[in-house]
C-alpha cells in the first residue's frame, strides 16, 4: 500500500502537458477560465504555460477550474450538441442530486467531445461506432448490467491505464512502467475520494493478459432459448456466514431452467454453430425443505420467496416437485464456467468489472487471491 500523502506532487511540467493535451482536444485555440469572483470567471486565449498556475492542486477548485475550461474550449453550443446527438435530448454534464460525473464529461477529456455514449453501438441507430484510438482505455460495471460490450477502442489503449467506471463513481487502474504484460503483471488502483481514498498495488494473473481484446460483434448478440436444466438465477450461499469474503469457499442454491419456466420464454432458437450453456443434473427430490422454482421465478409479481417445509407439493401455488421444480445446491467448485463467473462478479464488483477487459483474470492482494484467501471484496469502484 502506497500512503498518498508521502507521493510527490506532480510537477509544474508534467500538469501542463496534461492540461494542455485535454484542452487541445477540445479546441484548437483552447481557453482557461480565471474566477473573478465566487461565482464568476472570465477566459484567456494566452498560451497556457502562462496560465498553467491557475490549476494549483491545492485549489479545492482546480478540478472545476478543469471542467470550465474545456466547456469554454468546445464551446457551449458544441457540448449541448454533443449530448443532443448521442441520446436525443440534453442532460447535464454533472448530474444532481450528488453532482456525479457522467460519460459525457469523460468524452471531453479523452476525445475533446462531449458524446455520452461509451459503448460498441450508437444508442440510436444500433450501428457500431468507429474505432477511435485512445491513450487511455475504460471498463465499465454497465457492461455487465447492460450486456452491451464497450467500445473496443476503450479496451485497446496505446497505455496500460483504464478509468474504471463502476457505475456513479470512477477509479484508475494502471501500470507503473511501460513494460508488456505478462501473465502475472503489477497494476495499481486509485481511488481519489474519501473515505476510500486509496492507491493500492494489485496482482493481476491469467492468460488474457497477454491477448488482445476480443472485438465486439457488427450487431448486437442476441439471446437464444436457453436448455433445460441450465443455470437461471443463483439465489444465496447458505454457508456465507462461514466464509463471509471467502465466497469461492461456499455452496450455492441454483435455481435452473424448468419445462414450466420455459413455456413462455420468447427467446429465438439456438443457431446449431452456437454451443449451448451447460446443464445441470437436477438429482433426487429434495425429502427436506424445498423451494419451489415455479414460485420463485415469479417472486416479484407474487412477493414469495418462502421455502416449504418437507411437503409433496408447495404449499404456496399447489404445484407438485415435477410441476414446479425445485432448486439444488452446489459447491463454488462445481459449478460451471458461466455459474463461477456470475457468482464471482456479484461478490466482487472490482473483478467483474475487470473482466470485461481480462475474461479469465483473478487478483492477488498483498499475496491473497480475491475470494479464497483475502479478507475483502477488493477496491471500492
Known amino acids: 500500500m502506497i500512503d498518498l500523502k508521502t507521493s510527490p506532487p506532480p510537477t509544474t511540467?508534467?500538469?501542463?502537458?496534461l492540461i494542455s493535451s485535454i484542452l487541445h482536444r477540445c479546441s484548437p485555440t483552447p481557453k482557461i477560465i480565471t474566477?473573478?469572483?465566487p461565482l464568476s470567471y472570465s477566459y484567456t486565449t494566452s498560451p497556457l504555460s502562462s496560465s498553467i498556475p491557475t490549476f494549483d492542486t491545492t485549489d479545492p477548485r482546480g478540478l472545476l477550474i478543469l471542467v470550465l475550461s474545456m466547456i469554454e474550449s468546445r464551446g457551449l453550443e458544441n457540448v449541448r450538441n454533443d449530448i443532443i446527438a448521442d441520446c436525443g435530448q440534453f442532460e447535464?454534464?454533472?448530474?444532481?442530486?450528488?453532482?456525479?460525473?457522467?460519460?459525457?464529461?469523460i468524452n471531453l477529456c479523452v476525445f475533446g467531445r462531449?458524446?455520452?455514449?461509451?459503448?460498441?453501438?450508437?444508442?440510436?441507430?444500433?450501428?457500431?461506432?468507429?474505432?477511435t484510438p485512445t491513450p487511455v482505455g475504460l471498463i465499465s460495471h454497465s457492461e455487465i448490467t447492460t450486456s452491451t460490450p464497450i467500445a473496443d477502442h476503450w479496451k485497446s489503449p496505446s497505455h496500460q491505464v483504464y478509468i474504471v467506471h463502476g457505475g456513479d463513481h470512477f477509479t484508475l487502474l494502471f501500470k507503473s512502467t511501460p513494460s508488456p504484460l505478462t501473465p502475472k503483471t503489477v497494476f495499481y488502483t486509485y481511488n481519489a475520494l474519501p473515505p476510500n481514498r486509496l492507491l493500492l498495488p494489485?496482482?493481476?494473473?491469467?492468460?488474457?493478459?497477454?491477448?488482445?481484446?476480443?472485438?465486439?460483434p457488427p450487431t448486437p448478440a442476441p439471446s437464444y432459448l436457453p436448455p433445460l436444466n441450465s443455470l437461471s438465477s443463483i439465489i444465496l450461499s447458505p454457508t456465507k456466514h462461514l466464509h463471509p469474503f471467502k465466497w469461492r469457499l461456499r455452496t450455492y442454491e441454483l435455481?435452473?431452467?424448468?419445462?414450466?419456466?420455459?413455456?413462455?420464454?420468447?427467446?429465438?432458437?439456438?443457431?446449431?454453430?452456437?454451443?449451448?450453456?451447460?446443464?445441470?443434473?437436477?438429482?433426487?427430490?429434495?425429502?427436506?425443505?424445498?423451494r419451489c422454482v415455479a414460485c420463485y421465478e415469479t417472486r416479484y409479481e407474487t412477493m414469495n420467496f418462502g421455502m416449504n417445509v418437507e411437503s409433496d407439493t408447495c404449499e404456496h401455488c399447489g404445484r407438485t416437485k415435477d410441476e414446479g421444480g425445485w432448486t439444488i445446491i452446489k459447491h463454488y467448485k462445481e459449478?460451471?464456467?458461466?455459474?463461477?463467473?456470475?457468482?464471482?462478479?456479484?461478490?466482487?464488483?472490482?473483478?467483474?468489472?475487470?473482466r470485461t477487459r481480462f475474461h479469465d483474470v483473478d487478483v492477488k492482494i498483498g499475496g491473497e487471491v480475491l475470494g479464497e484467501s483475502h479478507e475483502g471484496k477488493g477496491p471500492v469502484i
Not at 494489485?202 to 465486439?216: A, C, H, K
Not at 459449478?335 to 475487470?354: A, I, M, P, W
Open 335 to 354: 459449478l460451471d464456467e458461466n455459474g463461477r463467473r456470475r457468482v464471482d462478479r456479484f461478490e466482487s464488483k472490482f473483478l467483474g468489472v475487470l
Open 35 to 37: 474566477f473573478t469572483s
Open 92 to 105: 447535464p454534464l454533472v448530474k444532481g442530486p450528488f453532482h456525479l460525473c457522467g460519460t459525457e464529461l
Open 13 to 17: 511540467s508534467q500538469i501542463q502537458t
Open 255 to 290: 435455481c435452473l431452467h424448468t419445462p414450466l419456466t420455459l413455456k413462455y420464454a420468447s427467446y429465438p432458437p439456438r443457431p446449431s454453430n452456437i454451443p449451448p450453456p451447460y446443464t445441470y443434473s437436477l438429482g433426487s427430490k429434495p425429502t427436506g425443505s424445498w
Open 114 to 131: 462531449a458524446t455520452s455514449n461509451v459503448g460498441a453501438y450508437h444508442p440510436m441507430t444500433g450501428e457500431k461506432v468507429p474505432f
Open 202 to 216: 494489485i496482482i493481476l494473473s491469467g492468460s488474457s493478459l497477454l491477448l488482445p481484446p476480443p472485438t465486439s
